[in-house]
Nanobody, 121 residues
Framework: QVQLVESGGGLVQAGGSLRLSCVAS????????MGWYRQAPEKQRELVAV???????NYTDSAKGRFTVSRENAKHTVYLQMNSLKPEDTAVYYC???????????????WGQGTLVTVSS
């Protein structure tokens, strides 16, 4: 099965930057889209940014102008560059992938374990 491994989370001051990475590993799969979600205390998980294999992107309103999602398809890797971080960005960030598994001939999805981003004020 496809697995996702996130990295890059940590503690930063407001106004700082972080770059998150997510690598998908496995066999006989094709990524359709990868993205980032986050979940803060007392809140539901929400979409932050997504990118398709073709490069189309979508952001939540609060991330526009500050975050940039990118990918390297050959490496099955997606990045989230986060600039001008605010305390409200504090959350566990989860990588997500929607992919086609050739063995089963069907579309599946998978979540990473999450990486904690803490922005101090």
């Amino acid at each position: 099965q496809v697995q996702l491994v996130e990295s890059g989370g940590g503690l930063v001051q407001a106004g700082g930057s972080l770059r998150l990475s997510c690598v998908a590993s496995g066999r006989f799969f094709r990524i359709n889209a990868m993205g980032w979600y986050r979940q803060a205390p007392e809140k539901q998980r929400e979409l932050v940014a997504v990118i398709t294999s073709g490069g189309s992107t979508n952001y939540t309103d609060s991330a526009k102008g500050r975050f940039t999602v990118s990918r390297e398809n050959a490496k099955h890797t997606v990045y989230l560059q986060m600039n001008s971080l605010k305390p409200e960005d504090t959350a566990v960030y989860y990588c997500h992938a929607h992919y086609f598994w050739v063995v089963a001939g069907k579309y599946l999805e998978v979540w990473g374990q999450g990486t904690l981003v803490t922005v101090s004020s």
